[in-house]
């Protein structure tokens, strides 16, 4: 993305950014087995969390650097879903990129299926990754025309 400024002021910029659109929050999962094995047996089932945590694992103003952790939720297939990324914003005069790595989904609720929490996103038909790249994308767009733009006033 092309900015005006510095690599240290896009980098500013950048950190305002990330910590008013960036969450890493507990996200809330469900199944309803009650038993063991990828079935289990139909009874109560369980609910649980995952944990969430800090948002901002290092900042390096100077050397435009920004690594965070990222959730965002999103429906795949009429579906709740989560998926979490290493997010790393990468600063330079005169513009930023921004990238995802670590790239891990989960269904928020699996019904009769045990739920495992987060797995890799893999890309073959129904698996839903094309939302959960769109997810992805939105996240980063809403970083970079805060960081382009300036943030927005609607308090």
């Not at 063991?36 to 050397?63: K, N, Q, Y």
Request: net charge neutral; aromatic share 8%; proline share 2%.
């Amino acid at each position: 993305f092309e900015a005006s400024g510095s690599k240290p002021e896009i980098a500013k910029r950048g950190k305002f950014c990330i910590s008013s659109t960036v969450r890493n929050e507990e996200v809330r999962i469900s199944d309803s087995t009650a038993g063991t094995g990828p079935l289990g047996s139909v009874g109560e089932g369980h609910s649980g969390g995952v944990t969430g945590g800090d948002v901002f694992v290092d900042v390096d103003i100077e050397a435009g650097i920004i690594t965070v952790n990222n959730m965002v939720d999103y429906k795949s297939n009429l579906l709740a879903h989560n998926i979490k990324s290493t997010m790393t914003f990468l600063a330079k005069d005169g513009r930023f990129k921004i990238q995802h790595t670590n790239i891990e989904q989960l269904q928020k609720n699996t019904g009769y299926m045990h739920n495992t929490g987060y797995m890799r996103v893999g890309k073959w038909w129904g698996s839903g990754w094309k939302d959960a790249e769109k997810a992805l994308v939105d996240i980063s767009s809403k970083v970079a025309e805060c960081v382009i733009n300036g943030p927005k006033e609607d308090w």
